[in-house]
């Protein structure tokens, strides 16, 4: 389980421009729950993602993973057991390197690279099992630089390297928002299935309304560093995109826009 347990986030502390985004604020994640996080921009969606990763520090209050407080453990430790998956398709994936050195340096997360060769040629049909399962073709092209594939090519790749090694939470900080329609459609229906059989407690912030709704067991919507709407299973198997519109426009009303 994911706790964030009082957190107060300050951002640029002690100017004119400081601004208090979460206070008092806490979330629990059960193991096992594919979170489906909204809201408008600024509401701490990304923040959020960013604290629990440890990309950003907080102010005061704990994080906490099956109990064991991880506030203060750098970002770096995190991350072997944390996979994540950007917005910026290039972020999850080294250009340069060709698409067997990609797949190496996933699979070798978290372990000592010493003076050993980097890629493992016995490993070598071990990805190209991974890779076929995307459908993409990408087995065939082990040895292509990463930077000459397309978009979608290259988040589907970012989502099989971020769950390559065994990890306990899958963070997606809105993985579908630069690809087309059609790629998007593919990126979701992937996620979809490798949350599903590896059975990984998940967090995907989305502005699409309708992924939010029809993936995962639980919906979240945030606003102003506060959760304002929390469904999970049944309750979230009810909501219908027209209630989120609807409190959209309702906090756009109260906020005068």
């Known amino acids: 389980m994911l706790e964030l347990c009082g957190i107060h986030k300050y951002y640029n502390p002690g100017t004119v ?9 806490d979330l629990s994640i059960q193991d096992g729950e594919f979170v489906s996080v909204v809201g408008s921009n600024g509401s701490g969606k990304t923040s959020m993602l960013n604290i629990i990763c440890g990309s950003i520090p907080i102010d005061k209050g704990r994080i906490k993973i099956n109990n064991t407080d991880i506030t203060n453990m750098p970002e770096y430790k995190r991350q072997r057991r944390i996979g994540r998956v950007y917005q ?10 060709t698409i067997l050195e990609n797949m190496s340096l996933a699979d070798n997360k978290g372990k000592t690279f010493n003076l050993l060769k980097g890629t493992n040629k016995k490993r070598i049909d071990y990805y190209k099992d991974n890779l076929k399962a995307l459908n ?32 306990e939470f899958l963070i997606l900080d809105e993985h579908t928002a630069a690809l087309d329609p059609k790629t998007a459609e593919l990126i979701m229906e992937l996620t979809d299935k490798i949350v599903k059989d590896k059975k990984l407690t998940t967090i995907m912030v989305t ?12 919906l979240i919507m945030m606003h102003q560093g506060e959760t304002i709407i929390d469904k999970s299973r049944q309750e979230k198997a009810s909501i219908h995109i027209d209630d989120i519109l609807d409190k959209f426009n309702q906090i756009s009303i109260e906020c005068g826009n």
Do not use: W
């Open 136 to 167: 993409l073709g990408l087995e065939d092209k082990l040895n292509i630089p990463v930077g000459s594939l397309s978009g979608g090519q290259r988040q589907a790749m970012a989502l099989l390297m971020a769950t390559m090694t065994p990890i």
């Open 17 to 25: 421009n400081e601004m208090c985004l979460f206070r008092n604020f």
């Open 88 to 97: 910026n398709p290039s972020m999850g994936t080294c250009p340069n390197m």
């Open 207 to 218: 502005h699409n309304l309708r992924y939010a709704v029809e993936y995962g067991n639980r």
